[in-house]
Structure formats: structure tokens, C-alpha cells
Nanobody, 124 residues
Framework: QVQLVESGGGLVQPGGSLRLSCAAS????????MGWYRQAPGKQRELVAG???????NYADSVKGRFTISRDNTKNTVYLQMNSLNPEDTAVYYC??????????????????WGQGTQVTVSS
């Protein structure tokens, strides 16, 4: 079917930057919206940023002006550039994609897929 694999998390000092990547693979026909979510300990998962297939973006108020979401449709990959990080950004970050895929008979299916998550820790 479809797999999403994230990379780029890690430990960074306050004020620093990180770039997350999420690559989708499998029998993909097309990808609609893609997005990044995060979940901090003891909190619910929240939307960080989303991007449509046409490139329209939306952001959580807490990250506007600091984070930038982008995508490369030729690589089925979505990115999250995170600047001016602060400790409140510490969380597990998950990518999400609305994917249309084909089986071996050419039939198409649509599903909502998640990556395994990548830890982002902002600390001095």
C-alpha cells in the first residue's frame, strides 16, 4: 500500500532550526493534502501545518512566521522547515497524507496515512 517515512528530528537549542522530511512510497497514484502534526507529552495531537496538492498552506497560530511547510510532488515528499525553535515546540512530529493508490489490478483506493513520528527536542 503506502508508507510514510519521516526524518530530520533531533535535539536543538532554543533559537535553532531543524528541517523535517517525510517521503511517501508505494503504489501511489496521487497525493492530495499533506500535513505535519505534533504531540507533546500529556497533550493531544495537534495540526502544525498543512499543504494542499496545489500548494496552499495553513499553519497553527503558534508556529506562524517560524515554520514553513513545502512539498515536492515529483518526490512525494513534504518538508517542514522549523526556525526560531523554543522548548514549547518539543514534541513527536508526525506527517500525514491523503493518498490515492492503485492495486495490482489498477483499482484505485484512497486512504489517510501517518508516519511513525520523529522526536524534536528543544533544550539548552
Amino acid at each position: 500500500q503506502v508508507q510514510l517515512v519521516e526524518s530530520g528530528g533531533g535535539l536543538v537549542q532554543p533559537g535553532g532550526s531543524l528541517r523535517l522530511s517525510c517521503a511517501a512510497s508505494g503504489s501511489i497514484f496521487s497525493i492530495n493534502a499533506m500535513g505535519w502534526y505534533r504531540q507533546a507529552p500529556g497533550k493531544q495531537r495537534e495540526l502544525v501545518a498543512g499543504i494542499s496538492s496545489g500548494g496552499n498552506t495553513n499553519y497553527a497560530d503558534s508556529v506562524k512566521g517560524r515554520f514553513t511547510i513545502s512539498r515536492d510532488n515529483t518526490k512525494n515528499t513534504v518538508y517542514l522547515q522549523m526556525n526560531s525553535l523554543n522548548p514549547e515546540d518539543t514534541a513527536v512530529y508526525y506527517c500525514n497524507a491523503d493518498v490515492v493508490w492503485r492495486d495490482r489490478y489498477g483499482l484505485r483506493y484512497r486512504g489517510d496515512y501517518w508516519g511513525q513520528g520523529t522526536q524534536v527536542t528543544v533544550s539548552s
